[in-house]
Each structure stands twice: as structure tokens, then as C-alpha cells.
């Protein structure tokens, strides 16, 4: 299934980003940050919302609060014609019925994601290595999340900070493949246009942006929502 992967949201629940706010609420306050635009959509043909993909990602709650809080998130997202992918869970996904699943290298194989889930499921895969790249487009995998950008305190445990010049390694490997690509990890409103432009490799382009706590925990998620669209829509100012 072919996703619209250019303001990716992945969510959090720890207290420290959510600050006591309820994350359906901050997920909807994000996903109306574009909405200015829809009375314009059949004329300029731009995304309906802000935000172009939702990944529940809870590193906090256990089962079954998360799969409550999927099935709310998801009746939220269905709103916006966003897809509602779930982070490591498969289970969760086939519960709630989400449009597909983001699974890092310790969780379940793609292959068996993909045996489990409908034909349909978007399959994300995160990867810091070309080697990893290279296998996630390979098995066939819908995208890649490609990190760590830059050094972030919402993911301390990761393997690896890439910058842009590991980013654009890993593009280069894997250009010959139509996979999508998103990069993560510190990116905020000051460095997203360095990111997108500088990352990219001349023959494979970076094909959005995943962001977690420069929205949700955002004073305002949609003025922050709305404040990356416009930096991703627009010429970097640097150039
Ligand atoms: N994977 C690599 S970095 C990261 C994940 C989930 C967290 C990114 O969070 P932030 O707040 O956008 O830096
Ligand atoms: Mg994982």
C-alpha cells in the first residue's frame, strides 16, 4: 500500500512529552495543522491533513490499555484519512484493524508480519545500516525508518547517530529499490529543512520526516503540525 510518508507522527506516552494531556487530543490537535488547505485539495492538489501518517508507539502502557488506546487513536485517524500504523505490537494492529505495523530489527521478522497481517498492511522496518536497508527493501517491506538522525533524548538506546551523511550512504545503497524512506531522530523545526535537503542522495530522495516529541509534546501540536508543513513545502531558506 503506498503511504504518504512526508510529516510522519509517532507518538509517545511517557508523562515527560504527554504532560498530563490526553494523547487522542494531541494526535487530532496535530492532524488539523493542514487543514487550512483542504477547501483548496481539488485545486492544488496538496495532502488533506498536516500530518500524512500516525504511528502509535507506547514503550509505557501494557496490552491492553494499548489496544484501547490504538482503537480510540484510530477512530481519530480514520477521521483524517490518515493510516494508523502500530509500533512492534502486530497483535495490536490485527486487533484494531490498523492499516499496517512499524517493527524495529528486535521485533517480529518482516516475513512473519507479513504472513500474519492482511495482504494490504503497510510494513514499516527501522534500520540504521545499509545492511539492514538493503534487507527491508529486499523482503519488500513498504518503508524505512532510517536513524538516528540526530542525538535525541526520547530514544537514548539507539544503535547509532548517522547525521546526513550516514543517511545519504544508506540512500545511495538502496536506490535502485522504490522503497519508501523516512529518516528520525532530533528533528525539529530548526534543523527539518537540513534534513531533507541535505540528506538526500542524487539518485534515491528521503521521502519524509518522522517526528515525536517537536509535536506531541508541543505546547500547540498543530501550530507545530502546521509549522512543518510549511517548512517541508518550501525551498530551504539556507540554500
Ligand atoms: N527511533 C530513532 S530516534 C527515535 C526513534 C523512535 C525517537 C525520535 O524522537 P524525537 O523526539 O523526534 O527526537
Ligand atoms: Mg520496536
Not at 17 to 39: H, N
Not at 133 to 150: N, S
Not at 213 to 229: G, R, W
Amino acid at each position: 500500500m503506498p503511504v504518504d510518508l512526508s510529516l510522519y507522527l509517532v507518538t509517545d506516552s511517557t508523562p515527560a512529552i504527554l504532560k498530563g494531556r490526553d494523547l487522542c487530543t494531541v494526535v487530532e490537535s496535530a492532524l488539523q495543522g493542514g487543514e487550512c488547505c483542504s477547501s483548496l485539495l481539488p485545486i492544488i492538489q496538496l495532502t488533506p491533513a498536516g500530518v500524512t501518517v500516525v504511528q502509535y508507539r507506547d514503550k509505557t502502557n501494557d496490552t491492553g490499555v494499548q489496544v484501547e488506546t490504538a482503537r480510540k487513536l484510530h477512530q481519530v485517524t480514520k477521521k483524517y484519512k490518515v493510516p494508523l500504523l502500530i509500533n512492534d505490537r502486530v497483535d495490536v494492529a490485527l486487533a484494531i484493524g490498523a492499516e499496517g505495523v512499524h517493527l524495529g530489527q528486535d521485533d517480529m521478522s518482516f516475513m512473519e508480519a507479513k504472513k500474519l497481517l492482511p495482504e494490504n498492511a503497510i510494513i514499516g522496518i527501522s534500520t540504521s545500516s545499509v545492511e539492514e536497508a538493503r534487507k527491508a527493501a529486499a523482503d519488500g517491506a513498504d518503508y524505512i525508518g532510517i536513524g538516528t538522525m540526530f542525538a535525541t533524548p526520547t530514544k537514548t538506546n539507539t544503535k547509532s547517530v548517522i547525521g546526513t551523511a550516514g543517511t545519504q550512504v544508506i540512500l545511495d545503497a538502496i536506490k535502485d529499490s522504490a522503497i519508501g524512506t523516512v529518516s528520525i531522530g532530533g528533528i525539529n523545526h530548526s534543523n527539518v529543512q537540513r534534513v531533507l535537503y541535505q540528506s538526500q542522495s542524487p539518485k534515491k530522495a528521503l521521502d519524509g520526516v518522522a517526528i515525536v516529541s517537536a509535536i506531541v509534546a508541543a505546547d500547540d501540536p498543530k501550530a507545530s503540525a502546521e509549522q512543518f508543513v510549511n517548512l517541508i513545502r518550501n525551498p530551504p531558506r539556507f540554500a
